[in-house]
């Protein structure tokens, strides 16, 4: 570890943030991760934790102390140009120009300070996005920031640690970054590191308690107590079925791991807990290339305001919808994320409800047919869905050689269609990936929809929300022949792995009840083509992780696409909720 002057004291000196001048009693948690992200030479230095604390403030400070006192070729990444874009416009461009004794070796001239470059006298601070090639296989670099680097596809970590290679002994890398993703580049490292977690001083029995939101599981599978204690949410639904969250919020406490006893909520308590903080490693046999610290939203945000995002993160689960709860587990907990702890690899097989097909769905459920195309004939499936339960019920499920039984089904159970004008709402989805000029005139021909599945992640809305579908497209269903501009057809691409995901979680749900079913009459092929994908776990090339990935495992999966459609549907009337916000 190499001694240099004390960057904490540094920074006192010479940082001005919103409040005025940089105070280590404000930011207690920065202090350990800054001091040895700048004396660490030739490893790694990680800062895992919730979001809206301490990471990038950090990083900007480690970045702008070490510029300082010893120059050299440094870069920032970031996963896109737009993330780069705000870290520059609304942080780092005016933390530096508040910072003189750092500003002052700036060159005075344009290309000293713009938002892809900030050139000192000797060295430079490079702007990049992490997902442009030449910026992981550029020029040699001594030090590097990978802000967020959970985010990152894999194999790019190891493509921006090669251009350090030149600075064996000197290299600084700093990490700050939400919760991993479990088997990838990033979780890896967790296993070889210092593993130093936030701890607190009990009040009740003076031992250090690591400051956590549960235990796992002992051998015996008995959960200890300690961390988060809060009352069942579901124990505080009212009888007329809305949310008590007064009665939730006021059971709130943290529970020591060592006297077990309850330290209860109150306006206060995380400034006396916190000034009792430090890290305190749990792997002292580490080797100390890597140093890493962990901490989470316990620290910062109002113990109930906490326990009410988990409520509404398993409410959402239970209703199908991983998002929130990953969100959750990411940016607050700061913890590893694993989706196949909650997705099983494959649904139950069979999930009869207890009715017939061509049964009426109950009175206010929406119902949707969608149908896959084929060569000289069509799958169609009809489910009605409760807006409010989640509940889905299937109506219809057949091979049809013509379009004339689904045409019944749309005006058995009154399913709206578009108008002429493209105006009125509609519930009719044509699969367009096969054969999609055809799928679209015809979808423009009956007032119906098109789908057109791909591996996008999710889709950015007018209102800053992400979802796992695009909003509304309309084509031009004769572009390129005589009767161009007669007749557009409606378009949604959608998301296809978070459309698998969620139909195999709404069909592994049976407590308290079982949510998604079917006919108990639906034929063998029905249920055939329903499991012809599974998920199984892979290996990737590129950095050994392990990761799960959709497989096909027979020829035949109409019905399952139908479904998997269903569930965009259902997305779209508001069952599944908002996937992420960006405002």
């Known amino acids: 570890m190499l001694r240099i002057k004390d960057p904490v004291a540094w920074c006192e000196k010479h940082i001005a943030l919103d409040y005025g001048k940089f105070d280590r009693r404000k930011h207690p948690w920065l202090v350990g991760p800054l001091r040895i992200a700048c004396e660490k030479r030739g490893g790694i ?44 416009n609304l942080k780092f461009s005016s933390l530096v120009k508040e910072a003189l004794a750092f500003f002052r070796i700036i060159p005075n001239d344009r290309s000293g300070f713009t938002k892809e470059r900030i050139k000192t006298v000797y060295g ?31 194999g790019w970590m190891k493509q921006i640690f090669d251009r350090l290679t030149s600075y064996p002994w000197s290299r600084q890398v700093f990490i700050p970054s939400s919760g991993p993703t479990e088997g990838s580049e990033l979780h890896e490292l967790y296993a ?3 593993q130093r977690w936030a701890h607190w001083e009990c009040p009740c029995c003076g031992e250090m308690m690591q400051v956590r939101w549960s235990w796992p599981a002992d051998e015996n599978g008995e959960v200890p107590r300690g961390g988060m204690e809060f009352r069942d949410p579901k124990s505080c639904i009212r009888p007329d079925g809305t949310m008590d969250w007064q009665a939730l919020r006021s059971s709130v406490g943290y529970v020591c791991e060592h006297c ?35 901490y989470n939203a316990i620290l910062h945000v109002p113990w109930p305001d906490l326990v009410e995002l988990w409520a ?8 199908g919808n991983l998002e929130l ?11 590893s994320w694993s989706e196949h702890r909650y997705i099983p690899s494959a649904a139950p097989e069979r999930a009869a409800g207890g009715y017939k097909l061509g049964e009426d769905p109950p009175e206010g459920w929406f119902t949707f047919i969608t149908i896959d195309v084929q060569q000289d004939h069509y799958y169609f499936v009809a489910r009605a ?5 989640a509940e889905s019920r299937l109506l219809a499920c057949e091979r049809v050689l013509t379009l004339e039984p689904i045409h019944e089904a749309v005006k058995r159970w009154a399913i709206p269609t578009l108008d002429p004008d493209m105006a009125g709402n509609c519930r009719v989805f044509l699969d367009g990936n096969y054969n999609t000029d055809n799928v679209r005139r015809l979808a423009a021909s009956y007032g119906w929809a098109v789908f057109i599945g791909d591996t996008e992640k999710t889709y950015l809305h007018e209102d800053k929300v992400r979802r796992m579908y695009a909003p509304a497209r309309f084509i031009d269903a004769w572009e390129g022949t005589t009767s161009q501009g007669s007749r557009y057809a409606m378009e949604f691409p959608y998301s296809e792995p978070p459309a698998r995901n969620r139909l195999v979680t709404l069909r592994s749900i049976g407590d308290p009840k079982r949510l998604w079913t079917h006919a108990d009459d639906v034929p063998k092929t029905y249920i055939d083509q329903l499991n012809s994908w599974v998920r199984r776990s892979k290996t990737r090339n590129s950095d050994n ?8 495992a027979k020829d035949d999966d109409h019905f399952f696409d139908c479904e998997k459609m269903q569930v965009v549907c259902a997305s779209m009337l508001g069952i599944f909720g908002e996937q992420y916000s960006e405002s």
């Open 385 to 389: 869905w409760d807006q409010v339960t």
């Open 545 to 552: 992780s392990l990761v799960w990935e959709w497989y096909r």
């Open 312 to 319: 509404k993160a398993i409410f959402a689960k239970d209703r």
């Open 260 to 294: 077990e006893k309850k330290i209860d909520w109150y306006d206060g308590v995380l400034v006396r807990l916190n000034d009792t903080g430090r890290y305190i490693s749990l792997n002292p046999d580490s080797d100390g290339r890597v140093e890493w610290f962990q």
């Open 45 to 88: 230095t990680v800062l895992c934790g919730s979001v809206q604390f301490i990471k990038t403030l950090t990083a900007q400070l480690f970045l702008i102390f070490m510029a300082f006192i010893a120059p050299g070729r440094s870069a920032y990444y970031d996963r896109s140009l737009d993330a780069i874009d705000d870290f520059y």
């Open 192 to 194: 070889e590191s210092t």
């Open 325 to 335: 709860l990953e969100n959750f587990v990411r940016k607050q907990l700061g913890e």
């Open 124 to 154: 430079s601070i490079l702007l990049l996005s992490a997902a442009v090639l030449s910026n992981r296989n550029s020029k040699t670099l001594e030090r590097v920031v990978l802000d967020e680097a959970w985010s990152y596809d894999p």
